[in-house]
């Protein structure tokens, strides 16, 4: 049974926070989690296969366990016959903060430091950061590209729900308009199951050579196209029966969400289909955009939005679409269909 932490608890963890990084680092790294996960798997046991000592060990896995992450049976006095699991899926999650290509260690290399240990001068206005360290939105080429190659870091949940929901979204669709789509990750992951579909990235201009080298690496020479264009500032290319908007409408004042909106019911077909994907708000999600939250206060450009998924189908309504409803997965979509016949 998991029991929640009282808020002191949860205060120690977090003023302990690199300590318990490195712990986290340590268990991926040496391969215990790999041990750890099928479980259940006894002290002495995994002290002899990693060459570790036993109580030193058995300390490190309290430290694992004071993270909510083990489960632990200790029969009596012999600490050797503690046995130990780890939470199912635990070693992938770690993976995904601290391993390899991780979203944590690409977001690391943004200049938030700038603000820390200033955040009550930042609230007050008197310290941000800088168009220079981070302009949104960008201003130059290279910040355009490096912001895009960035987003492509963290695609990973919506490409498992939209891999997941594939059949039921494309298998009448000719061509996708993937609005702000970045470098054509996503739209690539689409089309590797949807054969029949032609999938266009609408983005600024800066970002069509991204696109061209995904088209190449990703295998989709003539169906993976780039449409340069500013939708602050212009109208929605037309000509799609699906469009989508991953990661974006977040970033935007709820104006500027209803503004899109209503520019992608005019653009698609009849009958056309919209999908909505980010980090829709719930208690986890938002723990996980800790980093962005933080760093994005210096950031008065950026709204950085997290909303429920209720605020988009309220708007997808009163926008004029129909069927609206939210698939699950690891972040749900959104979807709605303009109706056949255009009213």
Not at 42 to 57: E, I, N, Q, T
Request: aromatic share 8%; hydrophobic share 45%; charged share 25%.
């Amino acid at each position: 049974m998991t029991v929640a932490l009282s808020p002191r608890a949860l205060m120690s963890l977090l003023a302990n926070g690199p300590k318990a990084m490195d712990v986290l680092r340590t268990a991926f790294d040496t391969g215990l989690l790999d041990a750890l996960e099928p479980g259940p798997v006894r002290l002495d046991a995994l002290a002899d296969r990693f060459g570790m000592r036993p109580l030193r060990l058995y300390k490190f896995l309290d430290c694992l366990e004071s993270l909510g992450l083990l489960t632990r049976d200790e029969p009596g006095d012999d600490i050797g016959a503690t046995s130990y699991r780890a939470l199912p899926g635990l070693r992938d999650t770690v993976a995904a903060v601290v391993g390899p290509g991780a979203v944590e260690r690409d977001r690391d290399r943004y200049p938030w430091r700038l603000l820390h240990g200033r955040l009550a001068e930042s609230l007050r206005g008197e310290v941000g950061i800088g168009d220079e360290d981070f302009a949104w939105p960008p201003r130059t080429d290279a910040q355009t590209a490096d912001f895009e190659r960035s987003m492509a870091v963290g695609l990973g949940p919506v490409v498992e729900t939209v891999r997941r929901h594939a059949g039921s979204l494309w298998a009448d669709r000719r061509r996708l308009l993937d609005v702000g789509g970045g470098d054509g990750t996503l739209a690539a992951h689409i089309l590797d199951t949807a054969p029949h579909l032609h999938a266009d990235v609408y983005n600024l201009p800066a970002v069509a050579p991204l696109v061209a080298a995904t088209r190449v690496a990703r295998g989709h020479p003539d169906r993976l196209g780039f449409v340069g264009g500013d939708f602050l500032a212009e109208a929605l290319p037309t000509g799609y029966d699906a469009l989508c908007f991953v990661r974006v409408l977040h970033d935007w004042p709820n104006d500027v969400a209803r503004h899109l909106l209503e520019q992608a019911y005019a653009a698609l077909e009849p009958g056309g289909l919209l999908v909505i994907s980010e980090e829709f708000r719930t208690p986890d999600r938002l723990a996980m955009q800790f980093f962005w939250s933080y760093f994005l206060i210096g950031v008065d450009t950026c709204v950085s939005r997290l909303r429920e998924t209720e605020f988009y189908t309220k708007l997808l309504a009163e926008t004029g679409f129909e069927r609206v409803a939210v698939l699950a997965g690891t972040w749900e979509l959104v979807t709605a269909y303009k109706p056949p016949v255009a009213g």
